[in-house]
C-alpha cells in the first residue's frame, strides 16, 4: 500500500508511510469517539455487538463489545464494479 500511496502522490516512500499511518492513527483514534465518514463516501463505524444462545435465540449477559465495521459509500462500490464489467 505505502507503494501505492508513493507511485500516486510522487511522495517518498518514507513520507508515503508517515501519511499513511497518520491518516490510521486519526481513523483509529476518531472511532473511540464516533463514526469517520470519508470523502469517496464510506464510512468507518463502531457497533455495538449483542451475543445470543444459538439453541434457544435468547440474548445472553455477556460484557458489551464494540466491533469495527466499514460501510462502502456509492463512490467506493462503483470503482469496485467498475472493474467487473464486460
Known amino acids: 500500500m505505502v507503494e ?3 507511485e500516486k502522490s510522487g511522495l517518498t516512500i518514507c513520507q ?3 501519511a499513511l499511518n497518520g491518516i490510521i492513527d486519526s481513523i483509529f483514534e476518531e472511532l473511540k469517539t464516533g463514526d469517520v465518514r470519508l470523502m469517496w463516501g464510506g464510512t468507518f463505524a463502531v457497533a455495538g455487538r449483542q451475543e445470543r444462545n ?3 435465540g435468547e440474548a445472553i449477559e455477556i460484557k458489551p463489545r ?3 465495521i466499514i460501510r462502502a459509500g456509492s463512490i467506493l462500490k462503483r470503482e469496485v ?3 467487473n464489467q464486460g
Open 54 to 56: 444459538p439453541r434457544t
Open 81 to 83: 464494479n467498475q472493474g
Open 4 to 6: 501505492k500511496v508513493s
Open 16 to 18: 508515503s508511510e508517515n
Open 66 to 68: 464494540r466491533v469495527p
